[in-house]
């Protein structure tokens, strides 16, 4: 798969992400952050390098952290299984190796946070079908899952996001290009809140995306790497599993290793995994590589993924080790969004005129 193509709406969001970071830069205290992930499975060096990184960068500058474990938005695609529990602290393992920092980040699981969730039914009155239906990234889930029929969950998960995303007034959301079409209708959400609830002095702030600037890596496969397809390269793998891993990753038959993105995605995909492991350029890993072809690209690119995360695989088995401090962790995350989200529904439900 190459890059995605940019429209001209993308890039009008990628010059916003340019103005927002310096914003950032003269106040992090101004910003609060709100992303997460879906727990299902371990999170990849393509996390790392496409939004993990970046979450620690805000978290160090000052900006307060709030990270989703996107439980039921898991649901819109698979059933549960009995082993959740181990899923979930295995994420709170993988941030936390990482360096988010449960000090000055908060972790918790929407399940957990009632009053966030009941935020949905407001939000579900101010959307049209036809505007949810429009969604892109829905309508792209639905193919890929292979679904025969999409579920009411499944359709409205951008406004359930949205509610992830408002319930503790976020302005800042570090989202992928697949995620803008849910920012924008939190966006409008926020709008016509405040229009129809609250004129005058909007309630709810519009949060702004801030796009990754680091491409997509691909999976060994070719294909987008995912936790769900089975073809990434997990943070927490052995020194030998990630070794297999590349080992087996699609190449091209072309000897001369060329950093060329758009004709030679698989090969450039690895080329620019060894470089951000090893924080150089592209170029300078097809240079050095050359005609000594894909297999010495493969070495180099094991020995970069292995070196660049040797300390985060050491403090993450020392965290697995203790999964009652996990658990206290999310407890305090889960507490602090509680007491966030309660204070936001009595204040919309004030708003809305639903107190009797
Ligand atoms: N939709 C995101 C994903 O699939 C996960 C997510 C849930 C999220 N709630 C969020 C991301 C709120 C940003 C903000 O990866």
Redesign the pocket.
């Known amino acids: 798969m190459s890059a995605p193509t940019m429209t001209s709406s993308q890039n009008a969001s990628q010059h916003r992400t340019a103005v927002l970071d310096a914003e950032i830069q003269q106040d992090p205290a101004g910003f609060r952050m ?5 727990p299902t499975g371990a999170l990849h060096v393509g996390h790392y390098f496409g939004s993990l990184q970046n979450r620690i960068r805000l978290q160090d500058a000052g900006v307060d952290v709030l990270v ?1 474990i ?1 439980d039921y ?1 898991a649901l819109t695609d698979r059933t549960l299984q009995a082993d959740l529990p181990e899923v979930v602290t295995g994420l709170l393992a993988d941030y936390l190796a990482v360096g988010i920092d449960p000090r000055r980040a908060s972790i918790f699981a ?1 399940s957990q946070v009632t009053s966030l969730n009941q935020l949905l039914l407001p939000f579900l009155s101010l959307v049209s079908v036809a505007e949810i239906s429009r969604n892109p990234t829905v309508k792209a889930e639905v193919t890929t899952a292979g679904l025969a029929a999409m579920s009411g969950l499944m359709f409205t ?1 951008p406004v ?2 949205a509610a ?2 408002l319930f503790c007034h ?1 302005n800042l ?4 290009l697949d ?1 803008l079409p ?2 924008e209708i939190a966006r409008t959400i926020a709008r016509r809140f405040n229009d129809r609830y609250s004129p005058g002095a909007a309630y709810f702030p519009e949060p702004r995306a801030l796009l990754s600037a680091v491409p997509v890596l691909l999976g060994t496969d070719g294909q987008k790497m995912s936790k769900s397809r089975n073809n990434s390269v997990p943070l927490r793998a052995t020194a030998d599993e990630t070794a297999q891993l590349i080992a087996r990753a699609k190449t091209d038959t072309d000897m001369v290793i060329r950093y060329e993105p758009e004709r030679r995605p698989e090969v450039a995909s690895l080329v620019m995994l060894t470089a951000l492991c090893r924080g150089c350029t592209p170029q300078e890993v097809a240079d050095e590589v050359g005609g000594r072809g894909a297999a010495a690209l493969k070495t180099a690119a094991i020995e970069a993924v292995n070196e660049r995360f040797a300390p985060v695989r050491a403090r993450r088995r020392d965290l697995a080790a203790d999964p009652g401090y996990l658990r206290a962790v999310l407890a305090g995350g889960n507490e602090r969004a509680n007491a966030i989200a309660d204070e936001t529904l009595g204040a919309v439900r004030s708003l809305m005129h639903q107190q009797y």
């Open positions: 709100l992303t997460g992930d879906r989703v996107a938005q929407h998960y359930h996001q992830d995303i976020a959301v570090p989202v992928g995620q849910h920012l």
